[in-house]
Structures are given as structure tokens and as C-alpha cells.
């Protein structure tokens, strides 16, 4: 079974080879940090959280490296706005994320550069470029020289003849900034400083730096000049992603990533979401309704990453019910597993080794390999772990009311485990409680004692008794359960 990816440089599903054996280099463009995470970001965040956690589980070694963009127009307008700094606006929102992201079971980034702690690699790839002849100054700024970049646009798949056409309506002839270019598609590697903007010393003068300059320098220092996987949403394929290239390629000569991989946007309601709309959802906003964060995961990972998704309230009532599902199996061994003699809980496996391959159910995690394979088709993988929580479902359901099952104690074990394991990939937990001894509450003998009283008002006809005694003790979390063998119990 081979990894196939989609890669949309080359616009085709291709085998997955990295650059080193064994080894993969994957940078994710993170946010610009000037307010709370959305809904777009939660669900980039959760793909290739688990794009990464799947590699993890083929054995790769995985570097994962996620910027954050600290310095940034929108960035300083907030700290106008806020009679703030650029540097206080930033931590707010970098600390924010992290609490976010955290709630929805993201894994740390290997690490997070900075803009602005990657100046002077930012400072040497202008340099380099003006160099080669791909950059030029111009009163302070300094300008990419798009056109000298032959395969511009290989990635998106524009061409700058059919891009001129639209732009000649759009383009301000009396911007200063148009003015200083030598071509209105260049675009700015460095910005001169203003008035009571923050500045960094230059070759060029006092200024900041470009946003896509920012990306291709901290891709080059902390992963090198090739890597494996660029990742990011489909809304920065263009201009952002292409001119990552152009930078990059024009200085290196070499391939700035093998794979070039993209999310889908995310709707509300059907409508593109934005603050104007009144439609814009924060990610605390979501979980402070609040909604398990575990269904947020379910529900973004329900739809191929590369397609569009719609947030609605029924979507997301739809994936709490599957959690439901999910959870339920989840939790069998835990519940069931003293039962069934079930050895200790299992040690989650990052990788599939060869030592815990054994306690799996071969045959399952084949299937989900499978499925998942196909340019990380993880709906269809989640298929596979729904039709085995189910199957537990089942099994428990046996156990409660006929106390015991035909299927073995090691088969239901190994099938457990191999649940637990494979939602682990795809970062789906279900908390359970820690069983303490009965401190407080109904003890067992007042439940038995109950249990006898509505036997003997049933045998009266007391039909009314005894669904009253049924329900006070489902409101203290026991279900009865009756059968030709009499009734069972369990705490819920």
C-alpha cells in the first residue's frame, strides 16, 4: 500500500517520496496573529494536525514546523485601533491561539518562527535575489522582478498575459507605491519605514519586510532549501504560494517543496464567512456554546481536505451524534474490560512498530491504511472506525443484558485496541472517568433494595411504582435492564 498525495503544483495524485528516506520536512503558513482564531483556521489546523500524526503513524519521522506571521498591516492597524504595539498585539494573540488549539487536541509544531525573528535570513534573501537580478530597489522598498522568474505561475496555473488583462481596470496610476515598480506585478520584498510603524535596519534603509518574503526565509533556515510538504489553504496558493516560489527557486535553483498541498475553504450557512455577514465564528466562540471540541475535529474530517466544507448548526448536530458512536467504542475496554479480563489499558502508539502492530487487528488497520492512502482520504478511514465502534456497541450491549458474549476475550481486546489506536490518528479521544470507590451517591445495597421494591410493586400491578423507582434511579445515573434471568444494573 503506497501513499498517493495531490499535489497542486503538478495538478495530479502522485506517490509520496520524500526528499531524505524515511524523513519528512513539512512547513504549515500559519495565522497572522491580530485576533482570535476562526473556523477556517480550525479546520486547517485539524487537517494537517492529522496529516502529520498519519506520517507519524507510517513510521516517518516528521519536522514540523508552523510559522506565525508577528508583523503585518492588519497587525498594526489592530494596535492602533488599541492605542497598543505591534509586539503586545502579537503575544495576545499567539498566547490565544495556543489555548484554542489546545482545546481542539492540536499537537505542537516541532516550532514556530517568527517574522521577526527571522530578519537577517529575511535581510540575505533580498540580498541574494538583488544579486541574481530578481530584485531592484526603489526609493526605500525593494521590488521581486516578477517577469524575470520565466516559470511564474506554475503553481496556480495563471499566466501574467491574462492576469494583465483584468488588472489594467483595477491598477491606481497615482498609488506611490505603483510608481516606484518597474512592472505592476512586482511586488514588495521590502517596505520603507513609516511614521510610528516599527523598522529594522537594512542595506536598503530603515523598513520591514514583505509578507511572502517572511515565509520563503523562515522555510529556508528552519527546514532548508528543499523540503517535503508546503502546506496551507487554497486561498494562498495565489499570489502568496506562487511568489514563495519565485523568491525561493530564483535564489536556490532547486525545488522549494516536492508536494504542494492545500485545505478547503470553510462556509457558514452557505455564505463565505466575514465579519460583515455577521457570520464570522471564533473558535471559543464554537466551544464556548458550548460544542465538544472532539465533534469539531469529526466534522472537518468528515469532508476530503480538499474540498469546501459548510458549517451548519445541523452539521455539527450530526457530528456530535456520531461522537456518540465513536465514543461508545472507544470507551468499551474501559468499561467492559474488567469483564472480559482485559489486560492493562492501552499505550497509544505514534507508529505502527512492529511490537504493538502485533496486539492489532490486522486486518482493520490494513483497510484503514488503505483508505487513508489516497491523498489522506480520512472520511473514508473514519468508515472503518465507525463500522468497529459499532460493532463493539453491539458486543457491549450483549455483555449488559445476557452477561457474556460468543466472540473472545483477546479477539474484543485487539479490536478495542486497534479503535483506540486509530482514532488516536486521526487525534479522536474519548475522556473517561477515573473509577473511584463509592464515596457518595446510591450505594449498590440501596440500589438492590430498590430494584426488589419495584419487582414487588410490578408483581401488584403497580405498574405506575414501578417505573417511578425506574427513573429515580436513572436520574442517579443506573440503568435497569430487564430480562428472563431478572434485572441487571449498571452505572451509565
Known amino acids: 500500500m503506497t501513499l498517493t498525495v495531490y499535489n497542486t503544483l503538478s495538478r495530479r495524485q502522485e506517490s509520496f517520496e520524500t526528499v531524505e528516506p524515511g524523513k519528512v520536512k513539512m512547513y504549515y503558513c500559519g495565522v497572522t496573529v491580530y485576533d482570535y482564531c476562526h473556523l477556517g483556521h480550525a479546520r486547517a489546523c485539524i487537517v494537517w494536525d492529522v496529516v502529520r500524526r498519519y506520517l507519524q503513524f507510517l513510521n516517518y519521522e516528521v519536522r514540523f514546523v508552523q510559522n506565525f506571521t508577528d508583523i503585518d498591516d492588519k497587525i498594526l492597524n489592530r494596535a492602533r485601533k488599541e ?39 529575511i535581510l540575505r534573501l533580498i540580498h541574494e535575489l538583488e544579486n541574481k537580478g530578481y530584485a531592484y530597489p526603489a526609493q526605500g522598498d525593494v521590488y521581486y522582478a516578477v517577469r524575470q522568474f520565466s516559470e511564474y505561475g506554475k503553481l496556480s496555473g495563471r499566466r501574467l498575459e491574462d492576469l494583465q488583462v483584468g488588472a489594467s481596470e483595477r491598477v491606481n496610476v497615482d498609488d506611490p507605491e505603483y510608481q516606484k515598480k518597474k ?8 517596505k520603507a519605514a513609516k511614521q510610528e510603524e516599527p523598522a529594522w535596519e537594512s542595506p536598503w534603509g530603515k523598513g520591514r519586510p514583505g509578507w511572502h518574503i517572511e515565509c520563503s526565509a523562515m522555510v529556508r533556515d528552519r527546514l532548508g532549501e528543499t523540503i517535503d510538504i508546503h502546506a496551507g489553504g487554497a486561498d494562498l496558493i495565489f499570489p502568496h504560494h506562487e511568489n514563495e516560489i519565485a523568491q525561493s527557486e530564483a535564489v536556490t535553483g532547486k525545488p522549494l517543496a516536492r508536494y504542494w498541498m492545500h485545505n478547503g475553504m470553510v462556509k457558514v450557512d452557505g455564505e463565505k464567512m466575514s465579519k460583515s ?15 465538544d471540541p472532539m465533534a469539531v475535529r469529526l466534522f472537518v474530517l468528515q469532508a476530503h481536505y480538499r474540498k469546501p466544507i459548510d458549517f451548519t448548526d445541523e452539521a455539527i448536530a450530526a457530528a456530535t451524534n456520531g461522537l456518540h458512536t465513536l465514543k461508545d467504542g472507544l470507551l468499551f475496554g474501559y468499561q467492559q474490560g474488567s469483564q472480559l479480563g482485559f489486560t492493562t489499558p492501552p499505550v497509544i502508539p505514534v507508529a505502527l512498530k512492529e511490537e504493538t502492530a502485533q496486539v492489532l487487528n490486522t486486518e482493520i488497520v490494513e483497510r484503514f491504511q488503505e483508505a487513508v ?29 445476557e452477561g457474556k458474549t460468543e466472540k473472545s ?84
Open 277 to 291: 455577514l455577521g457570520n464570522f465564528i471564533t473558535i471559543r466562540e464554537l466551544l464556548d456554546r458550548p460544542v
Open 373 to 401: 492512502n489516497d491523498d489522506f482520504n480520512f472520511p473514508a478511514g473514519l468508515a472503518v472506525l465507525f463500522e468497529l465502534a459499532k460493532e463493539l456497541q453491539r458486543e457491549k450491549n450483549i455483555l449488559v443484558h
Open 409 to 492: 476475550s483477546a479477539e474484543l481486546q485487539s479490536k478495542w485496541y486497534t479503535l483506540v489506536t486509530l482514532a488516536q490518528v486521526l487525534g479522536i479521544e474519548a475522556k473517561r472517568e477515573v473509577e473511584t470507590p463509592q464515596t457518595s451517591g446510591i450505594s449498590d445495597a440501596e440500589i438492590e433494595a430498590l430494584i426488589q421494591k419495584r419487582q414487588e410493586a410490578r408483581k401488584a400491578k403497580d405498574f405506575a411504582e414501578g417505573d417511578r423507582i425506574r427513573n429515580e434511579l436513572q436520574a442517579q445515573g443506573i440503568t435497569l435492564i430487564d430480562s428472563r434471568e431478572g434485572t441487571k444494573w449498571h452505572r451509565s
Open 83 to 121: 492605542h497598543s504595539s505591534m509586539e503586545l498585539v502579537s503575544e495576545r494573540y499567539i498566547k490565544a491561539y495556543f489555548e484554542d488549539m489546545r482545546r481542539l487536541g492540536i499537537k505542537d509544531a516541532d516550532e514556530y518562527p517568527r517574522a521577526t525573528h527571522t530578519m537577517n535570513g
Open 183 to 190: 512592472d505592476p506585478f512586482d511586488f514588495a520584498l521590502w
